[in-house]
């Protein structure tokens, strides 16, 4: 099945730094979504974007809508420890109900 | 109150034998969704219910696989003659309803391992 084109694959940072992922699609959305997966848990919901443009925050993170509708980014500010896991991207695409597509992911890890 | 909750958590079984996946959805949720992640990948949809009927069935990979939800509330999906590459995480995941957004609750899912 089809699955987005998220970037990076992996990420090694150090606590403290800001991290960057985004997501592009060949489709357009009308909602984009991000998600972190811990190992054996399901994904969780982190933010959720309806309009085209829209930027949205959730506490140190911050993520934006992409103006052609085709893409997403996310930003976390100030990495702690409990930010490691796999981030993905989701999006619904225009015209289906509720089905989600998801990115491929990007692990994150974080070093003292 | 409870999440949505899979049974089992891990099944191991051998090529070509059939398996069932059990999801209880959270109470009142209307929609549920089943998904297949693989090794290093991210969930791919495969059936949606709103209430009892299969309101999309387009991701199942083929007709060895099947969903039911007869009363509106726990789901089944039904894996027959298992293959090696049908083995992966199996989530599930409830909603108030469906619309213009509904957020998805997940599961921990269940990891089926075919020998």
């Known amino acids: 099945g089809q699955q987005l084109n998220q970037s990076p694959q992996s990420m090694f940072i150090q606590e403290g730094e800001d991290v960057s992922m985004n997501c592009t699609s060949s489709s357009i959305f009308n909602t984009w979504l991000w998600y972190k997966q811990d190992p054996g848990e399901g994904p969780v919901l982190l933010i959720a974007?309806?309009?085209?443009?829209e930027l949205t925050s959730n506490g140190r993170l911050t993520a934006q809508f992409g103006i052609t509708r085709k893409d997403s980014f996310l930003n976390i500010s100030a990495s702690i420890p409990s930010d490691v896991g796999i981030y993905f991207c989701?999006?619904?695409?225009?015209?289906?109900?509720?089905?989600?597509?998801f990115g491929t992911g990007t692990r994150l890890q974080v070093t003292l | 109150g409870a999440g949505v909750s899979q049974t089992p958590s891990n099944k191991v079984t051998e090529k070509g034998k059939y398996v069932e996946l059990r999801c209880d959805p959270i109470?009142?949720?209307?929609?549920l969704y089943w998904y297949r992640q693989s090794l290093g990948q991210g969930p791919e949809f495969l059936i949606y219910?709103?209430?009892?009927?299969?309101?999309?069935d387009s991701g199942l990979p083929n007709d060895r696989f099947f969903a039911v939800r007869p009363e509106g509330s726990v789901s089944t999906l039904k894996i027959q003659r298992t293959e090696r590459g049908d083995s992966a995480v199996y989530l599930c995941?409830?909603?108030?309803?469906?619309?213009?957004?509904?957020?998805?609750?997940f599961g921990p899912g269940t990891r089926l391992t075919v020998l």
């Open positions: 974007l309806y309009k085209a443009g």
């Open positions: 989701a999006g619904q695409l225009a015209g289906t109900a509720s089905k989600l597509t």
């Open positions: 995941a409830s909603s108030p309803g469906t619309g213009s957004y509904n957020e998805q609750f």
């Open positions: 109470s009142g949720h209307t929609a």
């Open positions: 219910f709103q209430g009892t009927g299969a309101a999309d």
